[in-house]
T-cell receptor, first 114, second 115 residues
Framework: DQQVKQNSPSLSVQEGRISILNCDYT??????FLWYKKYPAEGPTFLIS?????DKNEDGRFTVFLNKSAKHLSLHIVPSQPGDSAVYFC?????????????FGQGTRLTINP | NAGVMQNPRHLVRRRGQEARLRCSPM?????VYWYRQLPEEGLKFMVY????????ESGMPKERFSAEFPKEGPSILRIQQVVRGDSAAYFC?????????????FGNGTRLTVT
């Protein structure tokens, strides 16, 4: 039962353009969503999060959009840079349960081409 | 830079042996979480511990797996009688509290290979 899905295993984007990574979830009890970035042989690093009371959160080049009715969120990176090449994981939780119950998607491998 | 420290980074075990994975949380963090990443999959929650207490082990396999976080020393994830299906990357994370999702800091993982 995959409650958080990232349907694109990989994405290739030209440097300077916008990267859009998508994530869908099925559990309507999720109320907190996060994006993590992971380089090979390293642990995931927190990137940006959004609470279900918002529909957008922005931090520099990174913006996360949440569409609760569609149970869909997306991460926009603009402009994309070569250092953004990594695997991106979407994660969701129920605030009451806290961080220990993060449910992760399968990840999307983003490659930024010079 | 005292981040979450995991060791060993790589561990090779034969079927039937025991694997011990260690995790030292970030300084000042008293909550530890273990996640497992199987090949081509996302991370899956295993267990959540505070000092000397298991808070939530709903993601742990019922047999052969155990975890502890003693008063002194690192958290230990122990896998007895390993099988090939246990081969995975095991990530430890820590946070200063149990409810602030944004501060879940991950270590670099232990890659377990069972031969």
């Amino acid at each position: 039962d995959q409650q958080v899905k990232q349907n694109s295993p990989s994405l290739s984007v030209q440097e300077g353009r916008i990267s859009i990574l998508n994530c869908d979830y099925t559990n309507s009890m999720f109320d907190y969503f996060l994006w993590y970035k992971k380089y090979p042989a390293e642990g995931p690093t927190f990137l940006i999060s959004i609470s279900s009371i918002k529909d957008k959160n922005e931090d520099g080049r990174f913006t996360v959009f949440l569409n609760k009715s569609a149970k869909h969120l997306s991460l926009h990176i603009v402009p994309s840079q070569p250092g953004d090449s990594a695997v991106y994981f979407c994660a969701a939780s129920r605030t009451l349960q806290g961080a220990q119950k993060l449910v992760f998607g399968q990840g999307t491998r983003l490659t930024i081409n010079p | 830079n005292a981040g979450v420290m995991q060791n060993p980074r790589h561990l090779v075990r034969r079927r039937g042996q025991e694997a011990r994975l260690r995790c030292s949380p970030m300084k000042g963090h008293s909550h530890v979480y273990w996640y497992r990443q199987l090949p081509e999959e996302g991370l899956k929650f295993m267990v959540y511990l505070q000092k000397e207490n298991i808070i939530d082990e709903s993601g742990m396999p019922k047999e052969r797996f155990s975890a502890e976080f003693p008063k002194e020393g690192p958290s230990i994830l122990r896998i007895q009688q390993v099988v090939r299906g246990d081969s995975a990357a095991y990530f430890c994370a820590s946070s200063p509290t149990g409810t602030d999702e944004a501060f879940l800091h991950f270590g670099n993982g232990t890659r377990l290979t069972v031969t």
